[in-house]
């Protein structure tokens, strides 16, 4: 079973920012925080990954809780390109990559 | 541009049939996966090789087998004791060293009838 939860669905205007939200309350103090994206029938994209201090990079910024249960991704200017499912994955340091379990994710629609 | 290549990106085969995904990556990673992907659906892993000439079984591996003899290739097969082969296959890989980000192909769409 995934070990986050996000909403299954959500809306944003062009131009604005998009706010996805994911809880990983039983996350624990080794394992970090990925977000890839998925756009209909292609391959997950990586965006971004943290384990306690927000981060930035050129796609997204990704702000985690101080208590780490929960953290949201950050599109600042959403684009109608970034319409697309966003997965939110807890991986354990030393763990193996491919033992990411990626849940249903959060259907981001992005709208003119 | 390096990249994963996967091939075909749709296949069609009749029940019975096994049927062999391919699966290529020139960015050097050590790393190689294979998910499968339904509809309406997460990610769930088949198989994984940490390095050549060797890989583990992941979630859902019964009805499938997978080859790694060169660093590059991870070819997936998709054999006819699987009983519902028809799926959205994805391969990825990674530098396989902490934290590093998987990288995805684009996949392949197989219908099996």
């Known amino acids: 079973d995934a070990k986050t939860t996000q909403p299954p669905s959500m809306d944003c205007a062009e131009g604005r920012a998009a706010n996805l939200p994911c809880n990983h309350s039983?996350?624990?103090?080794?394992?970090?925080v990925y977000w890839y994206r998925q756009i209909h029938s292609q391959g997950p994209q990586y965006i971004i990954h943290?384990?306690?201090n927000n981060e930035t990079n050129e796609m997204a910024s990704l702000i985690i809780t101080e208590d780490r249960k929960s953290s949201t991704l950050i599109l600042p200017h959403a684009t109608l390109r970034d319409t697309a499912v966003y997965y939110c994955i807890v991986r354990p340091y030393g763990g193996s990559q491919g033992n990411l379990i990626f849940g249903k994710g959060t259907k981001l629609s992005v709208k003119p | 541009d390096g990249g994963i290549t996967q091939s075909p990106k749709y296949l069609f085969r009749k029940e019975g049939q096994n049927v062999t995904l391919s699966c290529e990556q020139n960015?050097?990673?050590?790393?190689m996966y294979w998910y499968r992907q339904d509809p309406g659906q997460g990610l769930r892993l088949i198989y994984y090789?940490?390095?050549?000439?060797?890989?583990q079984k992941g979630d859902i591996a019964e009805g499938y087998s997978v080859s790694r003899e060169k660093k590059e290739s991870f070819p997936l097969t998709v054999t006819s004791a699987q009983k519902n082969p028809t799926a959205f296959y994805l391969c990825?890989?990674?530098?396989?060293?902490?934290?590093?980000?998987?990288?995805f192909g684009n996949g392949t769409r197989l219908t099996v009838t």
């Open positions: 960015l050097n990673h050590d790393a």
């Open positions: 943290g384990l306690k």
């Open positions: 039983t996350i624990s103090g080794n394992e970090y």
């Open positions: 990825a890989s990674s530098r396989g060293q902490e934290n590093s980000p998987l990288h």
């Open positions: 090789s940490q390095i050549v000439n060797d890989f």
